[in-house]
Structure formats: C-alpha cells, structure tokens
C-alpha cells in the first residue's frame, strides 16, 4: 500500500465511489487516512458528499473550499499540499474527470514524485461509451496523463451498469481490463463490485459500498 | 456485455442526435449540460461530422438557423440563461419554417440564478419564449433512456413539421447516470429538402429560406398557414404516460425529473388506500390537455408537481377549463421536492390535513 493514492479516469467511471471506498479500507486496515475531493469538473456528485460517513469512519476529509456555495470559484484548498508534503497520514486523491478534471493535479506532481511512494490507479468503466474498448480505454488514460504530468501505475476495472449490474456483467468485462492491461504494461489491481451483489469471479474482487445519491 | 451501456443523461441526448444522424452541432458550454458539448467534441471528428464552440450562445443559435437552412439535421444545447440569449434566432427559425433540435438542460432562475435543477422554462419553452406567434415541439424526459429516444422524437417531428423543436431537459436528468439502450444508427444519408437552399446548379428555381415579409397580407398568410400546422400537431403528438389512473380519485400531473418524484408518492399514497394516478406529459407543447379533460370528468382534483412557482398547472387549468380544484406541490432554485412533500399535497387535495 502506497502513501497516496490517485484515482483518475473518464468522468462518470465512478473515481469518487472509489476513493470514499479506499479511504475507508484503509482506515479498516488501522491507517491514518484523508482524502482530498480535487474534482473542479463537476458539480453535481463529488466525494464530499459522503463527508459525514468519512469523518464518523476517522477518514479526514478535504473538500474544495467553494464547493455547493455562491462562490462559483473551482479553486483547490491549500490543505492539499499539506496533505502531499507532511507524509504523516495515508492520503486519497479523488481527481475530477478525464484531461480536464486531472490537469489540477500539475502543481501536486513534484512533490509526489519526490517522495515516491505514490499509486496512480486508472479507474474504467468498459460500460461507458467513450471507453468501450481497450484502444479507447487507452486514449483516455493518455490524455490523462498528458494533462497531469504523471503515468498511470495500475489499473482498477469498474465496469457496472449502475442498478442494473449482475455480477456477469462485471465477468464479461475481464477480457476488456487484460487487453487494457496488456496494451498499457500496467497491473490490473483491482476489480469493483456493489458490495450488496454475490461477489463475482473476477482478478482481486474489491466490495464498494455505494455512496448514497442524491437523488 | 449486451446491448447497455451506462450513461449521463447529456452525453445520451448526444449520442441519441449522432445516431438521429445529426452531424453539425453548435454551441457553448455551460453548467449544467457541458457533458454534452463534451461529447460531441469529442466524437463528432471521428465520424466525420461538425463540432463548433461558437463565441456566444448568440452565434451558436444563428449557425445552427444556417445548418438548417441546407436541411441537413443540427442542434445545439444549452442551459436556462443561454436559452435565453438563443430566443431571437429561435424566432428567426421558426418564422423560417426551418427544423433544428433545442436542448434545455434547465437550472434555477431568473437571471444567472444557480446551477441545480430547476423546471423553471416551461413558460418560455411552451409558449414561445422569442418574439412572434410560434410555437416549439417541446419533449421533456424524465430518465436517461428517455433522453435518448425523446432526441430522435423531436430531430423526426420537427423535420416532418418543418419547425424548431427543443428537449426540456433539468440538470438531474443531466447529470444522472442510468444504463440505457441506445437507437440503433440511422441512415444518414442525406435526402435533398424541397425547400432547402443548397445551390441550384442552374437546375431549378432559387429556394429562399426568409423570415421578413413587409407585405402585412402575407406575413398574416404565413402566420394563419403556421398555425393551421399547430393544430393538426396539438391533434395528433400529444404524448403522455398514464400511471395508475383506471380507477383513480385523485390525479398528480408531473414531467421530468418530478415525474419520478411523483410516482413514489403515487405509490405511497395507494399504500394509504388513496385512489391516486398519475398524468405524466412527454410532449409539454403539444400539451396532452385531451386526457386531462378526460380525467377531469373522472376525479375530484388534480395536484400539479413541478420545479417552478407554478406554470404547468396554468395549462392544467385551461385543459380542465377549471372544473376542479388543481393543487401545486412546488420547489424552486434548484430544490428537489421529496416524495412525502407530494403525499402531502395529495392527502390536502383528499380532503385531509396537510401534515
């Protein structure tokens, strides 16, 4: 387990789940855990939304300081370099989505890379249209990591059709994720699954109990 | 994997046009529809087909009038306060006869208002919203398969009825994700309009695309032949979703997102022995007033559920001509009613308390 960890990926390929989801592993493991919502893209569903459940759980959360208020500012809190710098607690990025939502990572990356002990994890989703395919996959991890100014280290599949998804759902999407795999060099690290399915045949099954919507 | 594939509301309405065979889109990013100019900025490309961020919501409106002009199938998209600077081209459109497809992902209002979902346009949408006597198709879908299917609805009514049509759509809707079944791709090729202006080749009469007429008889002509078109389409398009009203006492009129809302409340209500349906309009213009005048012979009041301070249940009046009493069970600036504000609303109209 890496000091931090950087979920990325197309937007709507469920990084937000993700992140709220480790951060609480970890705090199960006995780690000192935050996570920081870096997300500027999207309004609508963040990780912050599950703060409360975070901090009940001992995570320390970081949100962006403007986030749902008048103040329509997508600016990053400075709480964040203390996050990356003071190496004294486990730490969760949740980056906002595609090229965009990842290129407010830039002014993080030095600092990242100089303590080197970081996990960069591309989260898909093959159900999303635009990365349907591995090549497709691919190209938005490229752009990923063109706009960052990191390489990805690891893959994690999320592939799930929302409420409609059945574990063979998430089975017949494994091709997909070792193509990816193969084509990228990188680890699949792990697969998601809705903690509430049987678990699914499927490498390294990582339960995700889902964030509550709000709607 | 099957057919499904899971997806935001805007990038299924973009998805939905590019299979509708619409290969010009044209517009300027705001919250809460951005996702779909994303979209389009991204596949149009590859498919051969025009993506433009115009300088203004202005110059986006007025390409799309050009597009349309040639018959070939384009849209654009927006939110609440850009809808309100595309209202000049939209009149120019429809005084134009020319089919094009609007889409509203609305926010709260007026003015720059918020950026959370709001149903707050329907005047705007329904009733003209530019200067002039027209009207637009409007279709409101209230999950993100509808998103898909009502985009191919409006590109093919408003191409059979040469005028703009607009998707009503509310940043929930927007945003959500749902899995959906997308059309299948449409034959694009492009079928030459007897109206379109397309260059004559020196091979037949100029057609002239033209929304000035200084003669006062002949823009008269124009607007009784307009709304002549209306009438048949008020007669034969108005789309609406029946749930639960055989027997039912007591009738909730929702659309969107308010819709879903509504129909817990529907069935929390019915748990509670209530006889209660619920009149769920697809198409707000044409408005599905024929069933709600049906309805009105058949129960003893309406509930109207909308993200507004209540204009829908204007149309409810006039559809009913007022014969009984209509409720409103309304949020507004961006605020989602619950379910329980519903059942409220439905157990005052019952006759009970308002708790």
């Not at chain 2, 040469?162 to 492009?190: H, I, S």
């Amino acid at each position: 387990m890496k000091r931090v960890t950087l979920f990325v990926g197309h937007y709507g390929s469920g990084k937000s789940n993700l992140a709220v989801n480790y951060a609480l592993m970890l705090r199960s493991c006995g780690k000192p855990a935050a996570l920081a919502d870096m997300d500027i893209v999207n309004p609508y569903f963040r990780s912050a939304d599950s703060a409360r459940e975070l901090e009940d759980a001992g995570v320390r959360v970081i949100a962006l300081p403007f986030a749902n208020t008048n103040v329509d500012l997508p600016a990053l809190p400075s709480a964040i370099y203390g996050l990356v710098e003071s190496r004294s607690e486990y730490a969760v990025l949740d980056v906002g989505g595609d090229d965009r939502g990842a290129l407010a990572l830039g002014r993080f990356v030095p600092y990242i890379l100089e303590e080197n002990d970081y996990e960069v994890l591309y989260v898909v989703n093959f159900y999303r249209p635009l990365t349907g395919n591995a090549n497709d996959a691919l190209e938005v991890m490229r752009e990923i990591e063109t706009a960052a100014g990191i390489r990805c280290t690891g893959i994690v599949n999320d592939s799930n059709l929302g409420g409609e998804t059945a574990p063979s759902d998430i089975e017949a999407t494994v091709p997909l994720a070792r193509e990816l795999a193969a084509l990228s060099g990188l680890p699949l690290v792990f697969t998601a699954y809705d903690a509430r399915l049987p678990r699914p045949d499927v490498p390294g099954p990582f339960p995700l109990t889902l964030q509550r919507r709000p709607v | 994997m099957g057919n499904k594939v899971l997806m935001k509301g805007n990038e299924a309405i973009a998805e939905a046009a590019i299979r509708s065979g619409c290969r010009h889109y044209l517009g300027y990013p705001i919250t809460p529809q951005t996702e779909l100019a994303a979209y389009m900025a991204k596949r149009m490309p590859k498919i051969g087909g025009v993506f433009l961020q115009a300088e203004s919501e202005i110059a986006a409106i007025n390409m799309v009038y050009g597009v349309a002009a040639t018959g070939r199938r384009v849209m654009t998209s927006s939110s609440s306060p850009g809808i309100s600077l595309k209202q000049e081209g939209i009149s120019y459109i429809a005084g134009s006869d020319l089919p094009c497809l609007i889409v509203n992902v609305q926010r709260g209002g007026p003015g720059l208002g918020g950026i959370q979902p709001s149903q707050s346009d329907y005047f705007q949408a329904t009733k003209g919203g530019g200067h002039g006597d027209y009207h637009l198709i409007v279709v409101a879908p209230s999950s993100v398969q509808e998103m898909a299917q009502l985009t191919g609805l409006a590109f093919d009514l408003a191409e059979k009825y040469r005028m703009p049509a607009m998707l009503l759509a509310d940043g929930t809707v927007g945003q959500m994700m749902e899995p959906v079944e997308l059309p299948d791709e449409k034959d694009v090729e492009f079928t030459e309009k007897d109206w379109a202006v397309t260059g004559t080749k020196m091979q037949r009469p100029h057609h002239i695309v033209n929304s000035l007429y200084l003669v006062p008889d002949e823009l008269e002509r124009k607007n009784f032949e307009r709304f002549e078109r209306y009438r048949r389409i008020q007669e034969t398009e108005a789309r609406y979703e029946s749930f639960l009203m055989d027997d039912a006492e007591i009738c909730v009129v929702a659309f969107g997102i308010a819709a879903r809302v509504s129909k817990n409340a529907v069935l929390a209500a019915r748990a509670e022995g209530l006889k209660v349906g619920m009149i769920r309009p697809i198409t707000l213009w044409p408005f599905p007033s024929q069933a709600l005048k049906e309805a009105a012979d058949r129960v003893k009041g309406f509930v109207s559920v909308e993200l507004s301070m209540g204009q829908m249940i204007e149309d409810i009046k006039l559809a009913i001509s007022c014969r009984k009493p209509v409720e409103l069970v309304n949020r507004a600036g961006g605020m989602i009613m619950s379910p329980d504000e519903v059942l409220a609303g439905i157990r005052k109209m019952n006759g009970g308390d308002n708790q």
